[in-house]
């Protein structure tokens, strides 16, 4: 993974000349390319651990367990979200860990919590490091020092109980690896989140991940059947079961948990035939809300498909502005949609995947649902081009940001009746910010991960960066398409977790007694605050409430 | 409700002739008929509540919110299990709660918690009090006296969103008085525990309860969308929401909660168009086998019934031989069965509900997919039958008891791949327990709740009571039973919830580190320890771990 971006270092550039093009014309680009500094230019401050803890760490893990690099302190310096790219390129991140520790197993990761502990040094689980969140940021709170600690050799396969549908991994396993583990044996897990290339499959379940296809195969806390956590002053085995009525649902507890309170260390996870037949395909709406009214009959329905992807009026024009190859084509397409009466109107992804004859039978259903809200079939190439470029996103921001165009994107999730009030709500908050940043943007919006009672939004939003205050533009922002949610009852998050960004607002969205319940959790397993300190529970971070 | 038993106190006996009969032949009755004792003969202490204490709880849920006559003592003094009967039939509850408190609303329960924390008076939550585990029971651990919180005035409707088909209700409604107001919106719960006629949805929610129908409607866990708990030091609100990645799921730690963290006030709730059709059906499997491998193979394909139940041989003979008018009729039935080789068999009862074409559809395909594994239809009778005799269970039980038979009945769940081998340890460990205790009986099981990894096991046991030793034949034979539940890879409980008589084995269930974890979050809410003592967390039921 390139250290300042995504993907691999060696691909190409992944923006179109037109696309750059619509760019200059909507938003404005910078007249220079601004390329990120070379790695030898990052500034990181030299690693505080003694040589004595290090031998500690290397009597653990091995001595190839441990590195303090500068290069491997730097890709493990932060995360995925535009505030963490920001600052990478620039060279200058807030911090990097004093070490990056690699253990192999789970007795490997208490044994390293417990030194941890005993020598005060913060400790950040690290997966894919793909957190847009501030997940996975070093920051030490009180602490002496900061390790960050990279599963990557907790790759391995524990058990595959094939009658069960059921996966036993080690939880540093990456989603892909996992899949083609599973395709040979004809099964897939169905969990493809955006960054799913890297994702590791412990960083899912600690952050709650949604992937795409989760209408149809649930987001990953329907996955987790059982659990193994690794925590400072305790340990926590849950083993499969497909349900129980013993107590509060401690899978629950720990899913979402996003490395506050200990280590995932192994998972099992549902898995599921893998799909004989996929048809993804476009449909066209007059406007949002007759799409999402379809939604809203599917759903009532059961008839939803795996993917149901629904933008809004000017998601839809950009996509079909940027649309090369594929898609409802340029100029052609929407002139065919405007004689028809959708010039202005919503694209639509739906997605099938299952047996021949399921697909057949579901989509026949969906599909006469969706003619009944008005829906327009527009053929398999929007769906395909949308297949091909589902994780296309993180690479496009990488050459954006080079052009000096910040895009950010933000989800939540409503009930059905405040859906429409919140899309408008939130795409209204975010315009008027960047207007008073003096650099008007764009502001798109989806509706997807749709539920029985109500389903998610995604916004998109791209502007000129403001060069001398890139960080406090996107502070401005931020700020105001959180307020905005949580005004017109949204969740502060439907699947980009709370990590660093969204801590400030857990109390108002689950309210001072739920944070208290919840710090009181930390305080009994990692009393010490040294897991992860300053994401999650709370603007201070703090594993005991202040006072 | 009966004080000693089931139902409405003026129901005739629900026990048919030729049933007594048929366990007089197998099990052995009692010479004579014992009935319970006579309310005025029902044996309680003196209320400990002192004038001036009475005098504060009056003032907060005025003077008829507060009784201690002895009918509404001894009609909380105790659930619903077996060994609750034995006691109260018996005239001699261990206990019965000082005072019965009816608050009416979230504020009042808020109020007599922060008053009885400060008198050190334990709380007993009670909503239909219909607990099978001990959940009710006025235990006092190492407090000066014990209420029983009655939720049965917090029954409002307190919104109801069409749009996104979601109700907020108090706590105490009942559920069939939600499924009356539902009704008259074309909607349902579709939440059917055999208990239905008396459970509050509070008391669902906080037991983690599943009804029925729950492979198609989804347990209660599944239809809670929000949850406002009164606590003694805390109170937590959580809105409707579809869905959220904000963290560890408040939610479903408070689902399950038994009680023993606080009360919860009032819920939001999923609801579902109401089903236009309704097939209920049975079919044959040569063997429970048979029967399991078209269970996976349905729940493989998704198209599972919404009722999918199960019966081993044992189960089937038993119902085959006790059906009077319905069902698979007596000989007649067998003698067809026999002839196409199913006289062995297992009967399964399929129920369907939805949309008549829905309905049709997923029909159609089940019934394939049954077929492939040798299901064979013997109509619409059984599913009927099955469908009108669903809540009778308890009925039957009082009038097994005043026979002197024994009737309990168990509950676990586990991966697809142990079922079959973790019945039959279960059933074999009953059946050794009964004999040791000279008292061999019928032991039957069937499956039902089917998830995509695993189902439910739901075992009956019926044997000859030991007249001297009631309780001491029941503890045996409970506790082989739970024995061979963990060591066959099962959860203590799928959907009688922990109560007091599976805390013993919470530590088996969730670990030492998962169950100082939950009495973390007790301590924080609850710290005095007032909030149920003596279940869910332990043995001992203390709200922190000794030493």
Redesign the interface.
């Known amino acids: 993974m390139r250290w300042w971006g995504w993907g691999d270092p060696a691909a190409p550039p992944a923006l179109p000349a037109h696309a750059l093009g619509f760019l200059r014309e909507n938003v404005g680009v910078a007249e220079q390319p601004r390329p990120p500094v070379a790695l030898e230019h990052v500034s990181v401050a030299p690693s505080s651990l003694g040589e004595s803890l290090l031998a500690k760490l290397r009597a653990i893990v091995g001595s190839d367990g441990v590195s303090d690099t500068h290069e491997q302190r730097v890709l493990h310096a932060a995360g995925k979200g535009y505030p963490d790219l920001v600052r990478l390129r620039a060279g200058e991140p807030e911090g990097a860990p004093d070490a990056v520790l690699y253990p192999a197993d789970h007795e490997q990761v208490r044994a390293l919590l417990e030194l941890c502990e005993s020598s005060s040094i913060a400790v950040v689980p690290f997966g894919g490091g793909t957190s847009v969140v501030g997940g996975v940021e070093p920051l030490r709170g009180e602490h002496g020092g900061v390790v960050s600690l990279d599963m990557a050799r907790m790759g391995g396969l524990l058990k595959l109980?094939g009658?069960?549908?059921?996966v036993t991994v080690q939880a540093g396993m990456r989603a892909p690896a996992l899949e083609r583990i599973l395709a040979a044996e004809g099964l897939t897990l169905g969990h493809f989140p955006q960054s799913y290339e890297y994702v590791s499959l412990g960083g899912c379940a600690a952050?709650?991940?949604?992937g795409q296809a989760s209408t149809g195969y649930g987001?990953i806390?329907k996955m987790v059947?059982g659990m193994r956590?690794a925590?400072p002053r305790?340990?926590?085995?849950?083993?499969?079961?497909?349900?129980?009525?013993?107590?509060?649902?401690?899978r629950?507890?720990?899913?979402?948990?996003?490395g506050t309170?200990g280590v995932i260390s192994e998972l099992a996870l549902?898995v599921?035939?893998a799909p004989a037949a996929r048809i993804y395909e476009g449909l066209f709406f007059e406007d949002l809300a007759a799409g999402v009214q379809a939604l809203?009959a599917l759903s009532?329905?059961?008839a939803l498909p795996d993917v149901a992807r629904l933008s809004d009026e000017h998601e839809t024009r950009m996509s079909l502005a940027l649309a090369g190859s594929g898609g409802v084509k340029g100029r052609l397409g929407r002139a065919y949609l405007g004689a028809r009466g959708y010039g202005e109107g919503c694209l639509a992804i739906f997605g099938f995947e299952?047996?021949e004859e399921?697909v057949a039978?579901r989509r026949s259903r969906a599909l006469e649902l969706a003619r009944a809200c008005g829906g327009l079939r527009v053929g398999r190439s929007p769906g395909q081009a949308w297949l091909h470029g589902r994780f296309a996103g993180p690479y496009l921001r990488d050459d954006l940001l080079t052009h000096g165009v910040m895009v950010e994107t933000l989800e939540t999730?409503?009930?059905?009746?405040?859906l429409l009030s919140l899309r408008e709500g939130v795409a209204r908050a975010i315009a008027a910010a960047l207007e008073a940043r003096g650099t008007p943007g764009l502001v798109m919006c989806h509706v997807s991960?749709v539920?029985?009672?109500?389903?998610?939004l995604y916004f998109t939003l791209i502007a000129r960066q403001n060069e001398d205050d890139l960080l406090g533009q996107w502070r401005k922002v931020k700020e105001a398409a959180v307020r905005a949610i949580l005004d017109g009852?949204g969740?502060?998050?439907?699947?980009?977790?709370?990590g660093r960004d969204?801590a400030p607002w857990?109390e108002r969205?689950?309210?001072?007694?739920?944070l208290?319940?919840?710090?009181?959790?930390k305080?009994?397993?990692d009393p010490a605050g040294i897991m992860n300190p300053g994401k999650?529970?709370g603007a201070a971070g703090l594993s005991r409430p202040p006072g």
Chains 1, 2 share one sequence.
């Open positions: 109980d009658e069960s549908r059921t952050t709650r991940s949604a987001a806390e059947l956590l925590a305790a340990e926590i085995m849950l083993p499969a079961l497909p349900a129980t009525a013993a107590g509060p649902s401690l629950q507890l720990l899913v979402g948990s996003e309170l549902r599921r035939p809203e009532r329905e059961h299952g047996g399921e039978s999730a409503t009930q059905f009746s405040s991960h539920y029985e009672t109500g389903a998610s009852g969740t502060i998050t439907h699947h980009h977790a709370v969204h857990m969205e689950v309210g001072a007694g739920g208290r319940a919840l710090r009181a959790l305080a009994e397993l999650l529970l």
